[in-house]
């Protein structure tokens, strides 16, 4: 079956960067799109972006350009998102979620990774 | 960017009633490729969303079919045909029409 392990919980300072992966399993890793979605506590979603494992296409929604950078590791199947000079905007949850279709973009998700900056 | 507003933010049912939820875009999610990417999440506490319905009303494996889906262009509907203690939680409409993908501010689902 289809899973998506994500990393733990990270603590990280202002101004810093970290990053977040997401290991596959279940299924052929290069052939589905893999997305980034962003919850900060309380509130809503975000879609962030997603890559293709297969080649390494990116998409990102405008608001993350130059905040997250995704990458994808074929030889171990897993998703990085890296998120850079980060502030407490960036404390959320993050998950990764990959597609079935184009038509169904969040079929199965990660258990989320809490990132919550301070100093 | 497509804003999706979804009333009420807040419904109370008792077990046994059905509930419906609407969904509203700024812009026709009809595709140029003849479908309507229009998707019906659930996030239950403490746990990752959770996808139910895709394409307006396509049912995702293993999702009781006591929910559905309906609607067009920007209108949508998910009801739930008799609420059962399970279905309790947030429900996000989202939308994957338009990049960048959006979702709703979500629908709490709460018993009564």
């Known amino acids: 079956q289809v899973q998506l392990q994500q990393s733990g919980a990270e603590l990280v300072k202002p101004g810093s960067s970290v990053k977040i992966s997401c290991k596959a399993s279940?299924?052929?890793?290069?052939?589905?799109?893999m997305h980034w979605i962003k919850q900060q506590p309380g509130n809503g979603l975000e879609w962030i972006g997603w890559?293709?494992?297969?080649?390494?296409?990116?998409k990102y929604n405008q608001k993350f350009n130059g905040k997250a950078t995704l990458t994808a590791d074929k030889s171990s199947s897993t998703a990085y998102m890296q998120l850079s000079s980060l502030t407490s905007e960036d404390s959320a949850v993050y998950f990764c979620?990959?597609?079935?279709?184009?038509?169904?973009?969040?079929?199965?998700w990660g258990q989320g990774t809490l990132v919550t900056v301070s100093s | 960017d497509v804003v999706l507003t979804q009333t009420p933010p807040t419904l109370s049912a008792t077990i046994g009633q059905s509930v419906s939820i609407s969904c509203r875009s700024s812009?026709?999610?009809?595709?140029?490729?003849?479908?309507?990417?229009l998707n019906w999440l659930l996030q239950r506490p403490g746990q990752s969303p959770q996808l139910l319905i895709y394409?307006?009303?396509n049912l995702e494996s293993g999702v009781p079919n006591r929910f559905s889906g309906s609607g067009s262009e920007t209108d949508f509907t998910l009801k739930i045909s008799g609420v059962e203690a399970e279905d309790l939680g947030v429900y996000y409409c989202?939308?994957?029409?338009?990049?960048?993908?959006?979702f709703g501010a979500g629908t709490k689902l709460e018993l009564k």
């Open positions: 979620a990959r597609e079935i279709t184009i038509a169904a973009p969040f079929a199965y």
């Open positions: 890559i293709y494992p297969g080649n390494g296409n990116t």
């Open positions: 394409s307006v009303s």
């Open positions: 812009q026709s999610l009809l595709d140029s490729d003849g479908d309507t990417y």
């Open positions: 279940g299924y052929t890793f290069t052939s589905y799109d």
């Open positions: 989202m939308q994957a029409t338009h990049a960048p993908y959006t």
